[in-house]
Nanobody, 123 residues
Framework: QVQLVESGGGLVQTGDSLRLSCAASGLSFSMYLFGWFRQAPGKEREFVAAVKWINGSTSYTDSVKGRFTISRDNAKNRVYLQMNSLKPEDTAIYYC????????????????WGQGTQVTVSS
């Protein structure tokens, strides 16, 4: 049974940092790509970043390049999203997701999802 459990969200001010964590279990890690998505109120869920477990290669949406870093910890079976220089427009529920295969930005391409963690950035 695949489980993805996010943690680390919270309320911060503009310019602050947060690190989100996704604890993964129940899957063959080397086959998977892990992604972070976010959904703001009234908006569609959007791709943020992805990391391929087997080699650590990463991909980012343009709006977070240079501010966010996705990584994985093989020993702890966790995926992280380090978010720096946060802006009010980063406010959203952040979701961890997993799929077999290469980088994909579409929500429908991911088979497994966590429950989400709220990130709120005040101005």
């Amino acid at each position: 049974q695949v489980q993805l459990v996010e943690s680390g969200g919270g309320l911060v001010q503009t310019g602050d940092s947060l690190r989100l964590s996704c604890a993964a279990s129940g899957l063959s890690f080397s086959m998977y790509l892990f992604g972070w998505f976010r959904q703001a109120p009234g908006k569609e869920r959007e791709f943020v970043a992805a990391v391929k477990w087997i080699n650590g290669s990463t991909s980012y949406t343009d709006s977070v390049k240079g501010r966010f870093t996705i990584s994985r910890d093989n020993a702890k079976n966790r995926v992280y999203l380090q978010m720096n220089s946060l802006k009010p427009e980063d406010t959203a529920i952040y979701y961890c997701a997993a799929r077999i295969g290469g980088v994909a930005a579409r929500v429908s391409s991911y088979a497994y999802w966590g429950q989400g963690t709220q990130v709120t950035v005040s101005s």
